[in-house]
């Protein structure tokens, strides 16, 4: 049998003809590169890199703690803490059709969400993609986009073909806006600063609840922006009108926050509104800015200091950058960079593909952190097919252990943050449920748990008490239940009055 040997390449003969060879690895001890054991002498250096001990965590909630007091007491903070002008929880007895648009991270989706009262409804929706472009062109259009779809959808499902909408009649609409908006009505919401790898331009510092209006009458659509509201707020709502014990919700998607009711005494910075000290209000975190700029808390390593300083807002969302789904692609991505230039993995293979900024999808860690096979099959498919690269076993192992340590640090310091909440608001000792929704936490295998583990090292054996489920959709159902309140609240002459 011939030696084995690796890689492709080619050659060309005096007769001028150019053979390609191809080869695959028949038995990786014999090959030139990477053993398993240089293999785990690089794990162990990521490791340590990676790893987030208690003790470590539980510094991070302290001053993880202290950031929401200050955002809550001071306008204008780093995590801004934002009363969102819902006010309190949902009765479940929310009924009628509402509209709903979601401007999430990667699609636009609207929704026609019927509450039907007793914590239950009925959801058609349609989605449309982004494109890059789009989210960096003017922001305008952007709107006039959503109000486009909006068109087509309720042509196509509220018409009087349809059945649902009268002539005349004008449906409310709830308007998720996953982005920082500083609000002064539930209407209301200026841009403090676009996230996810938006970068629309003309909108930042501006109020987008009237950007869209405008978009809205161009289209004369029979449609009242009711709501605009945040996707975490949304799932704060919709997890409470189907499980009241809902206290707390968090998103870990492409981006990451939390949103949780707050007591309106507690929110010394909205005082001067002479809001009723009896009533609760939803607080949007915006906690994905948790330790920007100044990065005194977080554990960054030189892989996330490259993301930040490469990304569209260096030194903004610290906290996101190491934790959403928008990220963790691009960190593994730069450690295998790494390797490849100090001449440890791919040997004598073309490794451009792999190099370029952002190709490594973060559905790949899921993907290989839940191969079953022996081989790492999965890993192989990953590799060669997106990447025309081959790998031996020894670095597929490495890959798949270092998607663990980039999730698993992810979920741990997503523990932090909801730790912080549960200090915050004093739920240990009762214990309080958190509505949980994101790619990352339903799709990442084992996400749950881990953020249920730190929480343990956080708080001991009373870490039990805080439990994550699958949240309702925020952004679709939370965002009709919250255009059904606001507008009861409308009905009952309290809007504005607040
Ligand atoms: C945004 C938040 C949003 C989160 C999850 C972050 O980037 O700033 O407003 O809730 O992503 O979508």
Same mark, same amino acid.
Not at 211 to 238: C, H, R, V, W
């Given at each position: 049998?011939?030696?084995?040997?690796?890689?492709?390449?080619?050659?060309?003969?005096?007769?001028?003809?150019?053979?390609?060879?191809?080869?695959?690895? #028949?038995?990786?001890?014999?090959?030139?590169?990477?053993?398993?054991?240089?293999?785990?002498?690089?794990?162990?250096?990521?490791?340590?890199?990676?790893?987030?001990?208690? #003790?470590?965590?539980?510094?991070?909630?302290?001053?993880?703690?202290?950031?929401?007091?200050?955002?809550?007491?001071?306008?204008?903070?780093?995590?801004?803490?934002?009363?969102?002008?819902?006010?309190?929880?949902?009765?479940? #007895?929310?009924?009628?059709?509402?509209?709903?648009?979601?401007?999430?991270?990667?699609?636009?989706?609207?929704?026609?969400?019927?509450?039907?009262?007793?914590?239950?409804?009925?959801?058609?929706?349609?989605?449309?993609?982004?494109?890059?472009?789009?989210?960096?062109?003017?922001?305008?259009?952007?709107?006039?986009?959503?109000?486009?779809?909006?068109?087509?959808?309720?042509?196509?499902?509220?018409?009087?073909?349809?059945?649902?909408?009268?002539?005349?009649?004008?449906?409310?609409?709830?308007?998720?806006?996953?982005?920082?908006?500083?609000?002064?009505?539930?209407?209301?919401?200026?841009?403090?600063?676009?996230?996810?790898?938006?970068?629309?331009?003309?909108?930042?510092?501006?109020?987008?609840?009237?950007?869209?209006?405008?978009?809205?009458?161009?289209?004369?659509?029979?449609?009242?922006?009711?709501?605009?509201?945040?996707?975490?707020?949304?799932?704060?709502?919709?997890?409470?009108?189907?499980?009241?014990?809902?206290?707390?919700?968090?998103?870990?998607?492409?981006?990451?926050?939390?949103?949780?009711?707050?007591?309106?005494?507690?929110?010394?910075?909205?005082?001067?509104?002479?809001?009723?000290?009896?009533?609760?209000?939803?607080?949007?975190?915006?906690?994905?800015?948790?330790?920007?700029?100044?990065?005194?808390?977080?554990?960054?390593?030189?892989?996330?200091?490259?993301?930040?300083?490469?990304?569209?807002?260096?030194?903004?969302?610290?906290?996101?950058?190491?934790?959403?789904?928008?990220?963790?692609?691009?960190?593994?991505?730069?450690?295998?960079?790494?390797?490849?230039?100090?001449?440890?993995?791919?040997?004598?293979?073309?490794?451009?593909?792999?190099?370029?900024?952002?190709?490594?999808?973060?559905?790949?860690?899921?993907?290989?952190?839940?191969?079953?096979?022996?081989?790492?099959?999965?890993?192989?498919?990953?590799?060669?097919?997106?990447?025309?690269?081959?790998?031996?076993?020894?670095?597929?192992?490495?890959?798949?252990?270092?998607?663990?340590?980039?999730?698993?640090?992810?979920?741990?310091?997503?523990?932090?943050?909801?730790?912080?909440?549960?200090?915050?608001?004093?739920?240990?000792?009762?214990?309080?449920?958190?509505?949980?929704?994101?790619?990352?936490?339903?799709?990442?295998?084992?996400?749950?748990?881990?953020?249920?583990?730190?929480? #343990?090292?956080?708080?001991?054996?009373?870490?039990?008490?805080?439990?994550?489920?699958?949240?309702?959709?925020?952004?679709?159902?939370?965002?009709?239940?919250?255009?059904?309140?606001?507008?009861?609240?409308?009905?009952?002459?309290?809007?504005?009055?607040?």
């Amino acid at each position: 049998m011939p030696a084995s040997r690796r890689g492709s390449g080619s050659f060309t003969l005096t007769t001028g003809q150019t053979i390609a060879i191809h080869t695959r690895t #028949q038995d990786e001890e014999d090959l030139p590169h990477a053993t398993k054991k240089t293999m785990a002498d690089h794990l162990r250096k990521y490791e340590s890199l990676f790893t987030l001990t208690p #003790q470590r965590m539980r510094m991070i909630v302290e001053a993880f703690t202290e950031t929401l007091e200050l955002g809550l007491n001071k306008p204008n903070q780093i995590v801004p803490m934002i009363p969102t002008y819902v006010f309190g929880w949902p009765t479940g #007895q929310e009924k009628g059709d509402f509209l709903a648009l979601d401007l999430g991270g990667t699609n636009l989706r609207v929704c026609l969400v019927t509450l039907q009262g007793e914590g239950k409804f009925e959801i058609s929706q349609t989605k449309y993609r982004l494109s890059e472009e789009q989210k960096q062109d003017d922001g305008q259009k952007l709107f006039d986009f959503c109000a486009e779809c909006l068109h087509t959808f309720v042509e196509t499902n509220t018409g009087e073909g349809a059945g649902q909408l009268k002539p005349g009649q004008s449906l409310p609409l709830g308007f998720t806006f996953s982005y920082p908006c500083s609000q002064e009505r539930i209407d209301h919401g200026e841009l403090i600063r676009w996230t996810k790898g938006f970068g629309a331009g003309n909108t930042e510092g501006r109020d987008v609840a009237e950007m869209f209006k405008k978009s809205l009458e161009k289209y004369q659509l029979p449609i009242k922006l009711t709501a605009l509201i945040n996707d975490t707020t949304g799932t704060l709502i919709a997890s409470h009108y189907v499980n009241p014990k809902t206290k707390i919700a968090v998103i870990f998607g492409t981006g990451c926050n939390a949103a949780y009711m707050e007591r309106v005494k507690d929110i010394a910075k909205i005082e001067h509104l002479g809001i009723d000290h009896g009533a609760e209000m939803a607080i949007n975190c915006e906690w994905g800015a948790f330790d920007s700029f100044e990065h005194e808390h977080l554990p960054r390593t030189k892989y996330d200091t490259i993301v930040d300083d490469t990304s569209n807002k260096p030194g903004e969302q610290a906290f996101e950058k190491l934790i959403s789904g928008r990220y963790l692609g691009e960190i593994l991505r730069l450690v295998l960079c790494e390797l490849i230039d100090e001449g440890v993995l791919f040997l004598g293979q073309n490794t451009y593909k792999l190099e370029k900024p952002y190709c490594f999808d973060t559905a790949f860690l899921s993907l290989m952190e839940s191969d079953p096979t022996d081989e790492l099959l999965m890993v192989i498919g990953i590799f060669t097919h997106f990447f025309a690269l081959e790998t031996t076993l020894a670095e597929r192992q490495f890959f798949r252990a270092l998607a663990k340590l980039i999730g698993r640090r992810a979920a741990r310091l997503s523990s932090c943050g909801i730790a912080a909440i549960v200090n915050k608001m004093g739920y240990l000792e009762e214990g309080c449920s958190v509505g949980a929704d994101g790619s990352l936490y339903n799709k990442y295998p084992g996400f749950a748990d881990r953020v249920h583990e730190g929480l #343990q090292d956080i708080f001991g054996d009373k870490g039990r008490n805080i439990v994550t489920h699958h949240a309702e959709d925020g952004s679709g159902v939370g965002s009709a239940i919250i255009a059904a309140m606001t507008k009861h609240r409308k009905d009952a002459g309290l809007y504005l009055n607040v």
